[in-house]
T-cell receptor
C-alpha cells in the first residue's frame, strides 16, 4: 500500500497563529483526505483534496479555517488558521490504497496543541 | 451522507475468549466496509475489509461478516491475546464509495 510521510508529528502553537501540515505520498493518488481526531474520539473527515480543483469540505468545516493545497498527485497541505484551544487535536491525512489493493492508508498524524 | 453506528463503546474479554463488535450503516449504496485498529498514540491500521459481493471474510483470528439487507457488519476476533487491546473503528463510504465515514470506536481490553 501507499506510504505517507506526514509532518510535523507534533507542535505546540499559540492561539491566533496558523500551522501548516504536509503530507507526501510515495505514489500518485487521485484523492487525499484530511481527518481530525479529537482526544478520545473517532475520526471526522475535514475535506477531500483533489489535484487541480478546490477541496471539498464536509459540513462544519470551511476553507477560511482549514485551507488546503493540492499542487500535484503526491502532495497536499492542510493549514489550521487562527487557532484556538478547541483546535487541539490529531490531524491525519489519508489516501486510498494503490490500484488493485484495498483499504485506505493513514499518515502518522500531527498532534496539535494550542495554548 | 453516510451514518455509521458502532457498538459497544467499550468491551472487556478474558484472554482466549472471543470479541464481537457490531456496526450499522445507513447508505445502501455503500459496498466497502473496512475495520481499523488504533493502538495508543499510533495511526489507524487497516486490519480487515469486506466488499458487498461476499458475506464473510476471514484472516487468521479475525473475521468480518456483512448483512447487506440489514445494513450491518461485524468484526469477530477469536482466541484473543493481550496485543489485541486497542480501539477498533468500523467505516463505510456511502454514495460514490470514496470518502470514509467512521464509527465511534470500541475500546477493547483483553484481560490476562
Amino acid at each position: 500500500s501507499a506510504v505517507i510521510s506526514q509532518k510535523p508529528s507534533r507542535d505546540i502553537c499559540q492561539r491566533g497563529t496558523s500551522l501548516t501540515i504536509q503530507c507526501q505520498v510515495d505514489s500518485q493518488v487521485t484523492m487525499m483526505f484530511w481527518y481530525r481526531q479529537q482526544p478520545g474520539q473517532s475520526l471526522t473527515l475535514i475535506a477531500t483534496a483533489n489535484q487541480g480543483s478546490e477541496a471539498t469540505y464536509e459540513s462544519g468545516f470551511v476553507i477560511d479555517k482549514f485551507p488546503i493545497s493540492r499542487p500535484n498527485l503526491t502532495f497536499s497541505t492542510l493549514t489550521v488558521s487562527n487557532m484556538s484551544p478547541e483546535d487541539s487535536s490529531i490531524y491525519l491525512c489519508s489516501v486510498e490504497a494503490l490500484m488493485g489493493a484495498h483499504g485506505y492508508t493513514f499518515g502518522s498524524g500531527t498532534r496539535l496543541t494550542v495554548v | 451522507g453516510e451514518n455509521v453506528e458502532q457498538h459497544p463503546s467499550t468491551l472487556s474479554v478474558q484472554e482466549g475468549d472471543s470479541a464481537v463488535i457490531k456496526c450499522t450503516y445507513s447508505d445502501s449504496a455503500s459496498n466497502y466496509f473496512p475495520w481499523y485498529k488504533q493502538e495508543l498514540g499510533k495511526r489507524p491500521q487497516l486490519i480487515i475489509d469486506i466488499r458487498s459481493n461476499v458475506g464473510e471474510k476471514k484472516d487468521q483470528r479475525i473475521a468480518v461478516t456483512l448483512n447487506k439487507t440489514a445494513k450491518h457488519f461485524s468484526l469477530h476476533i477469536t482466541e484473543t491475546q493481550p496485543e489485541d487491546s486497542a480501539v477498533y473503528f468500523c467505516a463505510a463510504p456511502g454514495f460514490g464509495n470514496e470518502k470514509l465515514t467512521f464509527g465511534t470506536g470500541t475500546r477493547l481490553t483483553i484481560i490476562p
